[in-house]
């Protein structure tokens, strides 16, 4: 089991950029979510589908950000246009139940918004 | 004020040692409580899982739950240098979804 994966692994750009991070989930998982990680706010939910289906985008911090899941083996989400202060690790996380069951988390992506 | 709170160390230990992890939260409808793992340049990995209050043990490694006062713990025996990583507790209500809400994490280093 190749486990979550999600690409690019870094990404250096500068603001006002498009960036677009993706996600392949584990195969069978049903549940995918994206979270937001830095020092100061922790992991934070940005937004969860079921079956392909967005359930929770309350995390979303606004418009600039988006996601999608076309079908069950992938997801992208993606910042428009891009601000230094979305610097963030991104990590995308699957699971074959609800949130509360295992979350398998990906390598995550290290975004650096210059 | 959050609803989860967490130390964030870094908190230090020689090898051996018994580490203990704490967090407190405000919301009295969690009722499923997580401590997940986080190595350096990783994601998380689930580490420990509760349902409601007690305890649960597995090899080393210890998580309690007082849903009273409202307070979770992780206790690591005989700590290893393969111990260090950040450790996120997390927690969420039942039935059907519910947002799994993380901690800050604490940052643990275990000295050989």
Known sequence: ???????????????????????????????????????????????????????????????????KMPNASFSTLKIQPSEPRDSAVYFCASTSGTGADTQYFGPGTRLTVL | QKEVEQDPGPLSVPEGAIVSLNCTYSNSAFQYFMWYRQYSRKGPELLMYTYSSGNKEDGRFTA???????????????????????YLCAMSGSGGYQKVTFGTGTKLQVIP
């Open chain 2, 64 to 86: 309690q739950v007082d849903k009273s006062s409202k307070y979770i713990s992780l206790f690591i025996r005989d700590s290893q240098p393969s111990d260090s990583a950040t």
């Open chain 1, 1 to 67: 089991d190749a486990g979550v994966i999600q690409s690019p692994r870094h990404e250096v750009t500068e603001m006002g950029q498009e960036v677009t991070l993706r996600c392949k989930p584990i195969s069978g998982h049903n549940s995918l979510f994206w979270y937001r990680q830095t020092m100061m706010r922790g992991l934070e939910l940005l937004i969860y589908f079921n079956n392909n289906v967005p359930i929770d985008d309350s995390g979303m911090p606004e418009d600039r950000f988006s996601a």
